[in-house]
């Protein structure tokens, strides 16, 4: 899963896609979540260090994981 | 080190255009605690979904209810409307309040006597009555309220055959402006059927005629459709009076006062529109006490409030059984209850709160119950925080009906708690059980071995 090159996006969870000109906003883990694969972030990792630092069994971030997954695609963010 | 807690990560799209003056956000506050008990050690105790019913509110919205009237009429009297909750418990506050029972079958009239409500102080309401029901609401002295001309000659024929005569009213439907008129029960004032069952009660010398009653409709939004109620009745009750010489004792307004429940597909939140108590005993004594009576012949004014006196103190706690996104992308929020025990949704957006913190960030959903069943949709579109499984919630508002209407369906129905004035909580009716659903079954002997 690869974030748009043209992505912008910000720590505040503020996201902009120049393509078509919508914005978006993030709750503070959904900005976490793309800052990092923004950065290159494997997915693998990401999930972990969501495990290591919220109170969160790790199949339900394998289900949130998949459903944000489903939001970024919908909102035409991520590279096909 | 201590984790922080968890919300699923979420994007929003924000749209540019002019914003909605009535915001997106539901609910600013999670409710944690009911009368003082926590929702965590409710549902911990009596498990979810479970309803709860504040005694304390009861208590106080029936004294404000009783109070709206009594200080604008001399004589008013209450009497509990059973249809809308008949849960003993709940029943007997409101008779140590003072309400009389009002009843619309013989299984709410013989409730009505097993809570020690005395013979006369029943109102028998109702299309269908029995005949041996009537009978024992003969010989208990009770108020019969006649539905219909073939009820009339029943009783008549009874009554004739007892060698008693029975208290009696009959119920009246009318023209108030609000429609459609509810005029399949009792006998129309327009066009003269009221006053023609009205002479032919008297001109019997079988029944003793002492009140009229009706009730013109249900959450109903205005206040003069009550006073043209009121005058048409205090026109019967004069007619009565001059050409029967008869005098009507009591007028019984009925129900129908609505709740601050949103209805579906209403504009505006109801607490905005709907007017209060205070309002609709204005226009009822202001048009009684202006009619004409002499104060000392004065009827005594009934009133039948169920919904308005009960829907607040009513509560139901649930939990997230799961969430899943719609395939055009909207997120679906699956709940523990579902239509079956809340009826109510079929007819109201029931303000639904979070009962654990979360934070500002919130999803429009669907939030469908936990049947197998297409209809089960408690509500179409609200916006919520992001909800995880095992969240709690409270639902508002929900004393009316619910608990009397709910269905036995796919599902067993859930315990009932009740929350005392000094903050204890009691079991009220426990949930069903296997066993208690299978009581009335019988299995035929050729179908009692299945080999597959």
Known sequence: MRLKKNIATSESGFIFHPGTGDSFSANPIGADILLQLKEGVAPSDIKKTILDKYDVTANMVEKDWDDFSAQLREANLLEL | ?452
């Open chain 2, 1 to 452: 080190m201590t984790k922080l807690p968890y919300e699923r990560p979420q994007i929003l799209k924000m749209n540019a255009g002019l914003m909605n003056k009535y915001g997106t956000r539901t609910e600013y506050e999670p409710v944690k605690h009911i009368d003082g008990i926590p929702v965590k050690t409710l549902i911990a105790k009596y498990g979810s979904p479970v309803f709860v019913i504040s005694e304390r509110t009861m208590r106080s919205t029936y004294r404000s209810i009783q109070r709206s009237f009594a200080t604008r009429y001399p004589k008013v009297q209450m009497a509990w409307s059973y249809k809308t909750n008949y849960i003993n418990a709940v029943c007997n506050v409101y008779h140590q309040e003072g309400s009389w029972g009002e009843v619309v079958s013989g299984f709410e009239y013989r409730k009505a006597l097993g809570n020690g409500v005395p013979g006369n102080k029943i109102i028998f309401n109702g299309p269908e009555k029995t005949t041996a029901e009537l009978e024992l609401a003969i010989n208990n002295d009770s108020l019969i309220h006649i539905d219909h001309f073939d009820e009339m000659y029943q009783l008549i024929d009874i009554s004739d055959r007892m060698n008693k005569k029975p208290r009696v009213a009959i119920r009246v439907n009318m023209d108030t402006g609000i429609y459609p008129i509810w005029d399949r029960f009792g006998f129309n004032y327009e066009n003269g059927t009221a006053w023609s069952a009205l002479t032919k009660i008297v001109e019997s010398g079988k029944l003793n005629l002492v009140g009229l009653h009706c009730h013109i409709g249900t959450y109903m939004m205005v206040t003069t459709a009550y006073s043209i109620a009121a005058s048409k009745l205090c026109d019967l009750a004069w007619n009565c009076k001059t050409q029967l010489n008869t005098t009507i004792q009591y007028l019984d307004m009925g129900g129908g006062l609505p709740t601050a429940n949103d209805l579906r597909g209403a504009y505006l939140p109801a607490k905005d529109t709907i007017p209060s108590v205070d309002e609709f005993a204005e226009a009822i004594a202001s048009t009684i006490l202006n009619y004409g009576f002499k104060t000392e012949d004065l009827p005594l004014l009934i009133l039948e409030t169920g919904r308005a006196m009960i829907d607040d103190a009513g509560f139901l706690l649930g939990s997230v059984l799961a969430n899943k996104r719609l395939s055009d992308g909207r997120r679906a929020t699956i709940m523990d209850f579902g239509v079956n025990i809340l009826f109510t949704s079929f007819w109201y957006e029931h303000k639904i709160s979070p009962a654990q913190d979360f934070t500002q960030h919130t999803e429009e959903c669907v939030l469908y119950g936990p049947l197998c069943m297409n209809i089960d949709v408690v509500r179409s579109a609200i916006t919520l925080p992001l909800l995880n499984r095992g969240d709690q919630v409270v639902v508002h508002r929900v004393g009316a009906y619910n608990m009397t209407q709910w269905m036995q369906f796919i599902q067993m129905r859930p315990n009932v708690v009740m929350i005392d004035e000094s903050g204890e909580s009691h079991l009220i009716r426990a949930t069903e059980t296997m066993e208690y659903i299978e009581i009335p079954e019988r299995m035929p002997e050729h179908l009692k071995t299945v080999k597959l």
